[in-house]
């Protein structure tokens, strides 16, 4: 296994905030980004943030500035779009990778608020306007639509894919790569999703530790049902199995493939894979057998309470949802019982696949400063390569969330998983025909989450194939007569 030192995901936390600038909402991110949930008209706030890093955190991290390239900027600001804030509120450290960059480069990021139901209208506005807005935060929906629309441009003039420094990103790069051009800078790849669970329900039922399976190789698809089908038989009346709305993306892209992808520059249409029909049959398995949990019982509502109480096995969901002090887990599991795995393949599996979150940005079609938004960019991919910017993340894990040792260790593992084999759906980002037909809201039986709702992938292929054909081709014409424009 890589040393840790060459995990891009678990710096990313302390700057991206583990991609929840995607989740949408008002809340703030873990990393003291401000939100704009409540802003309505994208003014732009030139103000520069006194914040600064503790002085022991300074020399922790000098390590990663040796790794930046020299270069002098003519302007010393960039433009970040986005319903968050870079930069720290008052009071607040600087994260890392704003660290490097004002100390390497003299750059400031200047905010334009937006908010996440305007963003996209108002990275129109800005662009048609000619306004000069430089970058803009990654999501499920940026890609490829937006350099259809003609609000994103290639990254691919700015950086050397080919260098050291993007070399631990490059496959996750090559992920909203389109004929040839990378539309997107990745500065940080995550498990999407881990699953959690209570190291004294393993232990009160008999369990193998799941950690301990996975280190054998011997957690998979099999282990993880007869694992669930053991604790509900044993208590059918109060025991629940799985939950997470979360398990349905996790288990479907555990396959190996998602619905449609970008290989090797052109866009790929897969409901015919192999990959996917089995994750499918396995999750509809888990539903025949009753080991998911009745959602319907509870007014639709997970229940990760349950977790503490011993009523649950498992719970798939991001790590964010234990990225805060114990008191705010929903899962209510005391920290000294965390306990955290990989979401599992098939046994035959030929890689340890994860659904992946791309921690990264856009960069906007006429930005004045898209020498700065890559330098920002790699000053991202400097701290996620350094010992030092590691201890400093590792050190809020122990001291704020409580996490204890092995767990911090366990999500750079499952993290390095995902960043070697990630697995990324363009669906959402294609159009909003075919997002609403391969995704929807998580209790109906629509693309991936039929299966975990008794509904065979058969059908469900049937029922999609024909249509995603003809509008993914209309996706890829667009893109191509946009791409040349």
Not at 321 to 340: F, H, R, V
Not at 365 to 393: I, M, S
Request: charged share 25%; aromatic share 10%.
């Amino acid at each position: 296994m890589k040393k840790f030192k060459r995990t891009v995901a678990g710096i990313s936390a302390l700057t991206f905030a583990l991609g929840l600038t995607a989740c949408g909402g008002g809340n703030s991110t873990d990393g003291g980004e401000t939100s704009a949930a409540t802003t309505t008209e994208a003014t732009t706030t030139a103000e520069t943030t006194t914040a600064t890093m503790a002085s022991e955190d300074v020399e922790a991290i000098s390590g990663a500035a040796a790794l930046l390239r020299d270069e002098t900027l003519e302007s010393k600001t960039i433009k970040f779009l986005s319903h968050w804030d870079i930069n720290p509120v008052e009071g607040e450290s600087l994260p890392v990778q704003l660290s490097l960059f004002q100390d390497k480069y003299d750059c400031r990021i200047e905010w334009v608020p937006t908010t996440w139901e305007t963003r996209y209208s108002d990275l129109s506005t800005h662009v048609l306007g000619g306004t000069g807005v430089d970058f803009f935060p990654r999501d499920e929906e940026c890609l490829p639509k937006g350099v259809i629309n003609g609000m994103f441009q290639p990254v691919d003039d700015y950086i050397d894919l080919d260098s050291d420094l993007w070399a631990d990103v490059k496959v996750a790069m090559d992920k909203y790569n389109f004929n040839g051009k990378h539309y997107a800078f990745i500065t940080g790849v995550s498990a999407n999703n881990v699953v959690i669970y209570n190291k004294q329900t393993i232990e009160e039922y008999g369990f193998d530790d799941p950690w301990e399976l996975y280190e054998a190789g011997e957690w998979n698809w099999d282990t993880f049902s007869n694992m669930l089908q053991t604790f509900v038989e044993s208590d059918p009346d109060n025991n629940c199995g799985l939950d997470g709305w979360w398990s349905e993306l996790a288990l479907y892209r555990s396959g190996g493939e998602a619905f449609i992808e970008a290989k090797n520059g052109e866009i790929l249409v897969n409901m015919q894979s192999q990959k996917i029909e089995k994750a499918m049959n396995f999750m509809l398995d888990l539903y025949n057998r009753g080991l998911v949990m009745d959602k319907s019982l509870y007014d639709w509502a997970e229940q990760p309470q349950f977790m503490g109480e011993g009523r649950e096995l498992f719970f798939i969901t991001g790590s964010w949802a234990i990225m805060n002090p114990p008191e705010s887990w929903s899962t209510k599991i005391p920290p000294e019982n965390l306990g955290i795995a990989p979401v599992p393949n098939s046994a035959d599996a030929e890689h340890p696949w994860q659904d992946a979150v791309l921690d990264g940005f856009c960069l906007t079609r006429g930005a004045q400063n898209p020498l700065g938004v890559a330098l920002y960019a790699e000053c991202g991919l400097a701290a996620a390569n350094d010992e030092g910017a590691k201890a400093v993340y590792d050190k809020q894990c122990r001291e704020d969330y409580l996490w204890p040792e092995d767990v911090i260790e366990h999500r750079y593992v499952i993290n390095d998983l995902a960043r070697q084999y990630p697995v990324v759906d363009l669906a959402g980002g294609m159009s909003s025909d075919i997002e609403s037909l391969t995704t929807s809201n998580a209790n109906k039986s629509v693309g991936l989450n039929a299966a975990l709702h008794g509904v065979e992938w058969a059908t469900t292929r049937e029922e999609l194939s024909g249509a995603l054909d003809v509008l993914v081709a209309e996706v890829v014409e667009e893109l191509e007569m946009a791409q040349n424009e």
